[in-house]
């Protein structure tokens, strides 16, 4: 991902440090440290990183045992870090256009869609135990995803657009990948795909814009 990014190779505070997989029950000692600074947005401390990526592997895969195994993988670490940057940068430009807040309803059935995807209230309890999850910070967690939903909505989505001819250029370049299937039959799929595609590219040029003559500093 293209940024305006300094990379510094020293640590501020402390490191993170989490315990193996063997002992299921304990908790990970995490000493606080900065990861990233926004210019005009604050910063990214280790304890909100490890929080939500605990909280994104779950929504990405259900509950499961190894999440402390992609919380170990640098690479799922940066790239959720990568991820918070722009939700923050995103929650800020959401914040100038005053986009209306999300009522309590809304923010409750995202918890309850969370809370289902673990097999019980004891996994539930004790995962917002290992991770220093709280109540509040899963309903901050929550409201801020609706509102970044929303602000992606406004401003990403009326960007997109795909036209007939788009489909039928996309349909005769890749004709032998459809197995004789017909491009009328095709069509839906194709723009599907290529909606995704334009979304994801919007997407990136519209972050872009938002990190201009804005320093971030990573410090992971």
């Known amino acids: 991902m293209m940024?305006?990014?300094r990379i510094l190779s020293f640590l501020i505070f402390a490191a993170v440090s989490c315990t193996g997989l063997a002992d299921a029950s304990a908790k990970p000692v995490i000493l606080d440290r900065i990861v990233a600074s926004i210019q005009g947005a604050g910063v990214i401390t280790d304890v909100q990183l490890v929080q939500y990526a605990a909280v994104r592997s779950v929504f990405e895969s259900g509950y499961h045992k190894s999440v402390q195994e992609?919380?170990?993988?640098?690479?799922?670490?940066?790239?959720?870090?990568?991820m918070l940057i722009?939700?923050?940068l995103m929650l800020k430009d959401a914040q100038l256009?005053?986009?209306i807040q999300p009522g309590k309803e809304k923010v409750n059935n995202m918890v309850a869609q969370f809370r289902a995807k673990f097999n019980s209230e004891n996994d539930f309890n004790d995962y917002l135990k290992r991770y220093a999850i709280t109540p509040d910070y899963l309903?901050?967690?929550m409201t801020d995803e609706l509102i970044v939903r929303q602000y992606l909505n406004d401003e990403i989505k009326m960007l997109v657009k795909v036209s007939n001819h788009d489909i039928e250029q996309y349909y005769e370049n890749n004709k032998d990948a459809y197995n004789g299937i017909n491009k009328k039959d095709a069509e839906k799929d194709i723009k599907a795909l290529l909606l995704k595609k334009e979304y994801g590219k919007q997407?990136?040029?519209?972050?872009?814009?938002?990190t201009l003559n804005r320093e971030i500093v990573i410090m992971y």
């Open 86 to 88: 722009d939700r923050t």
């Open 139 to 141: 309903n901050k967690y």
């Open 3 to 5: 940024r305006n990014k």
């Open 97 to 99: 256009l005053s986009i």
């Open 70 to 82: 992609q919380l170990n993988d640098r690479q799922f670490m940066k790239s959720t870090l990568d």
């Open 203 to 210: 997407l990136k040029s519209w972050i872009k814009t938002l």
